[in-house]
T-cell receptor, first 116, second 115 residues
């Protein structure tokens, strides 16, 4: 079964510092990996995805993620955090069966708090 | 970009009544739609996957007679919570994808409160 793990419940970063939100995956076959962000009482907003190609994926709002096959990781990064980045971040992996419609399995989420 | 809407955004209903939530893809045809449930401070749990014109596929533990899903067109899916109880109170989120993309586009969610 395809799954992802987010080992941190919360990450605290000072504004202007780089941030990393960790995600590791467990899949059979090639992984399709995603990062989404959720603001309070809102749906999820897509940040970026890795399907194939370059290991460094650039996404929305200055975020990027590096696919590392040897470490089975897909950590989300940003060089300089903003207070407005404070939100709940979800890593997800796609089920690879077309019968499943490529449904997503989500990690538990990591709350990011950026302080001024 | 692809936009998915949900209606209503919030609903309060009495125990025993039924509630229908709509999910619409506004600017693309959604061959597949998904329904998720999210409890406070928790992750999204997939409830069911629906393909246009066919029956939904429910995840293990999700009662299909309680959570009725209809995907009658390429832009609309509905989730009906039948005979709602307080434990059904939750944040329900739909998402949609087209046949050409692995990416899912999420609706803004519906907060259901059953009193």
């Amino acid at each position: 079964a395809q799954s992802v793990a987010q080992p941190e419940d919360q990450v605290n970063v000072a504004e202007g510092n780089p941030l990393t939100v960790k995600c590791t995956y467990s899949v059979s076959g090639n992984p399709y990996l995603f990062w989404y962000v959720q603001y309070p009482n809102r749906g999820l907003q897509f940040l970026l995805k890795y399907i194939t190609g370059d290991n460094l994926v650039k996404g929305s709002y200055g975020f990027e993620a590096e696919f590392n096959k040897s470490q089975t990781s897909f950590h989300l990064k940003k060089p300089s955090a903003l207070v407005s980045d404070s939100a709940l971040y979800f890593c997800a992996v796609s089920q690879t069966s077309s019968n499943s419609g490529y449904a997503l399995n989500f990690g538990k989420g990591t709350s990011l708090l950026v302080t001024p | 970009g692809a936009v998915v809407s949900q209606h209503p955004s919030r609903v309060i209903c009495k125990s025993g009544t039924s509630v229908k939530i709509e999910c619409r893809s506004l600017d693309f045809q959604a061959t597949t739609m998904f329904w998720y449930r999210q409890f406070p401070k928790q992750s999204l749990m997939l409830m069911a996957t629906s393909n246009e014109g066919s029956k939904a596929t429910y995840e293990q533990g999700v009662e299909k007679d309680k959570f009725l899903i209809n995907h009658a067109s390429l832009t609309l899916s509905t989730l009906t919570v039948t005979s709602a109880h307080p434990e059904d109170s939750s944040f329900y989120i739909c998402s949609a994808r087209s046949g050409t993309d692995y990416e899912q586009y999420f609706g803004p969610g519906t907060r259901l409160t059953v009193t």
